[in-house]
Nanobody, 124 residues
Framework: VQLQASGGGHVQAGGSLRLSCAAS????????VGWFRQAPEKEREYVATIRWSGGSTRYADYVAGRFTLSKDNAKNTVYLQMNSLKPEDTAVYYC??????????????????WGQGTQVTVSS
């Protein structure tokens, strides 16, 4: 599976961005697609996950209610709609895919395939 993340940019606090994660090479029907982020000098942290089959979603507490996952089956693409952005959301965002046990959705090591990352910068 090859993943291509896009959609990052520079916005003011309170603004919105929509990230995309386009997959190729294999159907995602047996996978979950997750988003992780890494800010400068910080460790990578979990953001959100969607299970392709059925569309179940999970969110980290610090993005719940502001970020929303969706998918387009025909395009094999996952979207992360980010609203009410805060300066602390500034990071490189990575999408990842894995055939994982659902209870392990927040563990980055459970994801086998990773995209290249897209920069999100939120200024105050």
């Amino acid at each position: 599976v090859q993943l291509q993340a896009s959609g990052g940019g520079h916005v003011q606090a309170g603004g919105s961005l929509r990230l995309s994660c386009a997959a190729s090479g294999r159907s995602l029907s047996n996978y979950a697609v997750g988003w992780f982020r890494q800010a400068p000098e910080k460790e990578r942290e979990y953001v959100a996950t969607i299970r392709w089959s059925g569309g179940s979603t999970r969110y980290a507490d610090y993005v719940a209610g502001r970020f929303t996952l969706s998918k387009d089956n025909a395009k094999n693409t996952v979207y992360l709609q980010m609203n009410s952005l805060k300066p602390e959301d500034t990071a490189v965002y990575y999408c990842a895919a894995g055939s994982l046990i659902w209870s392990s959705y927040s563990y980055s090591e459970r994801y086998s395939y990773w995209g290249q990352g897209t920069q999100v910068t939120v200024s105050s």
